[in-house]
C-alpha cells in the first residue's frame, strides 16, 4: 500500500458493471467513477496512509445508497480529517462543477472534520483563470496546520470543527452548508 495518495480523479464518469474489481463494489455498490476511484484510493493506502483527494460536490451530499456509504465509509471505518470546498470554477475550462478536497487516513478515528469555505484561489473563477488578489489557500493551510476543536467552534467563519456526533446525526452529510451559519 501506499503511504500517500494526492488525487484528482475523473468527475461524471460511469464504467459497466463488469469492468469494476469486485473488491471495489464491496465498499460502495456503484457505477459512478468519482465514488469508485475514493474507494479505491483506500484500498491502494495502507493502514495509516493519508489522502488528499478532489471530489465533486455530490460526494459529499448525494443521496444514493453509494453516497452515503462511501461517507459512512470515510467517517467510521477511517480518519475523516477535512473537508475544504472549492469555489465552482476552480477547473475552468475544463470543468465548472463544484469541488471539494477531502483529507482522510486509512484507518483510525474520526472525532472531529475540520471545514474550511475556500472563496478565491488566487486566479478568476471564469474560463480565462486570471490571476487575482484573493487567495484563501495559503490561509485554510495555516488555519489547517494550527486547528482546534476546541477553538474553531464559530459557525460563521470561513472554518470550523464539527464533531462526528453531529456528523453522524446529520447521516453523514459532508456539505460544509449544513453545518455553516
Known sequence: GFDVILANPPFKGSLDEDDVHPSLTQVVKTKKTELLFVALILRMLKKGGRSATVVPDGVLFGSSKAHAALRHALVTENQLEAVISLPSGVFRPYAGVSTAIVVF???GKTDNVFFYDVGADGFSLD???????DNDLPDA?????KRS???????????????????EAKDFDLSINRYKE
Open 149 to 167: 476543536a476546541k477553538k474553531d467552534v464559530e459557525r460563521t467563519a470561513k472554518h470550523f470543527m464539527v464533531p462526528v456526533s453531529e456528523i
Open 127 to 133: 474560463d480565462k483563470r486570471d490571476p487575482i488578489g
Open 141 to 145: 493551510l495555516a488555519c489547517w496546520r
Open 105 to 107: 487516513t486509512k484507518g
